[in-house]
């Protein structure tokens, strides 16, 4: 009995005084994407590394030693997950002026097939006009809202004699027509000039009409 007590006491004494040494996995198995655990079985202290970064926690030190038996874990932590974003919706497009128009060569095919049927010379188009006429097709609707037809013509002070159509409606067919069903218009269409030009803006047309002769 006084050996089993004097060998008891001696244990206990070794367990006081003997710190146990703290574990850690070798540095050729730490790696980024993995932590490493260091337990101190004294329950001081206990490392958690994550690549070069670390933190000490005692209160995991003293949860690790009592449940793993001092051993070495390493945890791989979950990834991170990054929310995808969703792009927003884009509005539909709604045609304007700029991307939808009135077709200016079915005009000036009309104007032709209508000469044809009086035995009149076809126009000949002109970039010089089509140029001009670019440029006419989108003052025509403030002109015909102001009451001030063909001003914007005018006040180019052209150097030769020239003549122009303009008009809005919704379709070709029914700009033609209003064209055709008005004196001084149809006159124009029917003119002995030799060269002209059609272009819209939208339901904005304009068509010049010339012989290039100077004034």
């Known amino acids: 009995m006084r050996n089993v007590l004097t060998l008891g006491v001696t244990m206990a004494a070794l367990l006081l005084t003997t710190a146990p040494p703290a574990y850690a996995l070798p540095s050729s198995r730490a790696s980024s994407d993995s932590a490493t655990i260091l337990v101190d079985p004294t329950y001081e202290m206990s490392q958690v590394s994550y690549g070069k970064n670390s933190e000490t926690s005692v209160l995991a030190a003293r949860h690790l030693a009592r449940f793993l038996d001092h051993e070495i874990v390493t945890v791989t932590p979950k990834p991170t997950v990054t929310p995808t974003k969703t792009p ?8 304007t002026a700029e991307s939808w128009s009135l077709n200016a060569n079915l005009l000036f095919d009309m104007s032709n097939t209508h000469r044809a049927t009086l035995g009149l010379a076809p126009f000949v188009k002109d970039e010089r ?23 914007g013509l005018h006040d180019r002070n052209i150097p030769f004699w020239i003549t ?13 027509d209003w064209w055709l069903g ?15 030009c059609v272009s819209c803006s939208g339901t904005a047309c304009a068509q010049e009409f010339t012989s290039w002769s100077a004034k």
Do not use: K, W
């Open 88 to 95: 927003p919706r884009q509005p539909a497009l709604t045609p």
């Open 129 to 151: 006009l089509c140029a001009l006429a670019s440029e006419r097709a989108p003052e025509v609707n403030a002109e015909v809202a102001g009451g001030f037809m063909h001003q």
């Open 164 to 176: 122009e159509n303009i008009i809005t409606m919704a379709t070709e067919q029914s700009a033609f």
């Open 182 to 196: 008005d004196y001084i218009h149809r006159l124009a269409i029917e003119s002995d000039s030799t060269h002209s």
